[in-house]
């Protein structure tokens, strides 16, 4: 019996199924915020399309769960088009995604930095063009880590992919065009810097082994959320250490005035427990203010992952008024919900 | 520099503050909901104590989160006390909580069936009366799993804690008296049932070494949330054949009607992420579905975890008009937000 070998730690049949079956799940337990169209492989707004309001649709390799379909819903995503993981949806997916949620006001792509999900997003959008819909693409290329990596042209996107899909969510819920809703997405891609670090290894179930080998004793320094290299390999340090290199990582990169008001997200790859997050987050958040930063909005949790990976990063984006109301305003998705 | 020997692949610094600094870290992110009393190392809602409200006190060792201080907030726990990782907390700490949160209305102290918790509850229950203060005990023992156990004299609690404090919490803010919450809790804990399986084993911080041994290949059925041995070893089964153990083990114990409805919760261990959780759940919901159930709520997360563990457990509710209610009333803590 193929079950007496088995050895992946995972909770997965075959494994080549592991995405469209957690897809199924991930409906059957919020049929009331969005469907799942297995034929197309995309997750939808239960009530897509709203007539007259900016559709988002965002989509990339899956492993990064929540991220993207668990951003689905009231106030954020429109619509998700999941990849195999670790791998670029078709372009197929996002022309069916782009057509499910169209209202007529237009439709903004939500890219993240990697050249298969660029090119195959670009297609879409010129065949969702073809159709007669207008579509906006925002490239969301936060991470310090690397300029060019094993992926990516230029800088990785991460973390701020999940800020720009709650806020332009927001903008797009409120009623603003297709401009402004890529205007706001843009902005916070260019207020934002992430920058991560690895403490273990990842294992894709497909392979059953782990995508990068880390010593005993060491970690991953600027690790990409697929496991790409980052700046180097470092003794395993401390918390407080690691707080203080993911705030000078980011921090320098943004170089924000004094008393610039910020909202950190302090988020876990899949593996690190909660208890550890907030150890985290309590050391960033006295870092940043021995810095001269006011944080007075912030993200804990794991919302960009990478499958059970351990360690974590940390995302600083720089507020003003408009981008702080539009992250309160009230959201309602598997993964992110409140005011609603 | 004793950086340079550091094995231990977790974001901590001393590992003996890793309780401390991290209840820092919660209430330096969520300090418009509790604030944390480091002197009586106790997570206390924010304006509490509410005046005429019977308050909710939960506890017990850390490295559950967001057990318990993560439900610390609206409409759930008034406070929690947190012990080291895997320890009970002490009675000066339930009681200084207990007196933190008494609004003249009674407290109900929330007690998960583990040896040390039930001694230290009962004898903070006692100082807290002899103060004035009236105290009911819940007793939540809901793992099907095993009679008697590493900490535990009869069964363990485990899920149906969460459950539990949520719909106690929202009974108690609709204006519920003491009595009246009490037997919410307890009818909670009567018509839930939990079971677990651990895929890995976890590494407390302070003994910087597996809590127990997993061969390769294997899994833990029964598991209890501190690593306490199940019912057996069995070789790696697949998402589909753990779904169908994990529906038999509870609902063979709870015997539901035909037709009932169900609140089935696919709860993470700490180290299993969402893309894997999901596929559990919808696995879990489809055989619930054959059993003759009605799952109309569901639960899919990490909220009672044993530090980075992977694995899952299944908590089965029995619903009943009053509890949907309570369970869909607005909450807004860390962990666990809707509807406020």
Not at 194 to 220: H, N, Q, R
Not at 279 to 286: I, K, N, P, R
């Amino acid at each position: 019996m193929a079950i007496a070998t088995r050895t992946l730690k995972k909770l997965v049949n075959d494994p080549s199924d592991l995405v469209k079956e957690s897809l199924v799940g991930l409906a059957a337990a919020h049929g009331d915020l969005l469907r799942y169209d297995p034929d197309d492989q995309v997750v939808v707004r239960a009530d897509a399309p709203v007539e007259g309001k900016v559709a988002l649709v965002s989509g990339g390799g899956s492993g990064h769960e929540p991220l993207h379909g668990g951003f689905v819903g009231r106030g954020m995503l429109d619509a998700a088009c999941p990849g195999e993981v670790f791998t670029s949806p078709v372009p197929e997916q996002m022309l069916a995604a782009t057509k499910a949620v169209d209202g007529g006001a237009g439709v903004i792509h939500l890219v993240k930095n990697y050249t298969g999900d660029v090119m195959n997003f670009k297609l879409a959008a010129e065949d969702a063009e073809d159709e007669g819909i207008e579509v906006m693409s925002v490239l969301i290329d936060d991470d310090v880590a690397v300029q060019d990596s094993l992926y990516t042209a230029g800088r990785r996107g991460v973390g701020a992919t999940v800020l720009a899909e709650k806020i332009a969510g927001a903008a797009a819920d409120r009623g603003d065009d297709v401009q402004s809703v890529a205007a706001i997405a843009t902005r916070v891609n260019e207020q934002a810097r992430s920058f991560g670090v690895a403490l273990s290894s990842c294992t894709p179930p497909a392979a059953g082994k782990p995508i990068f080998d880390l010593p005993e004793g060491e970690m991953e320094v600027g690790i990409g959320i697929h496991g790409e290299p980052g700046r180097r390999r470092e003794p395993l340090a401390s918390g407080s250490e690691i707080a203080a290199l993911l705030v000078d990582a980011v921090v320098s990169d943004l170089s924000p005035e004094g008393g610039t008001k910020v909202l950190p997200f302090v988020n876990g790859m899949g593996g690190t427990p909660q208890i550890e997050l907030y150890l985290l987050y309590g050391e960033v958040q006295a870092k940043l203010r021995e810095a001269g930063l006011e944080p007075v909005r912030r993200l804990v949790g794991s919302y960009i992952t990478s499958l059970e990976m351990a360690g974590a990063s940390l995302t600083l984006l720089a507020l003003d008024d408009e981008l702080t109301e539009l992250w309160d305003a009230p959201v309602r998705t598997p993964a992110l919900r409140w005011g609603a």
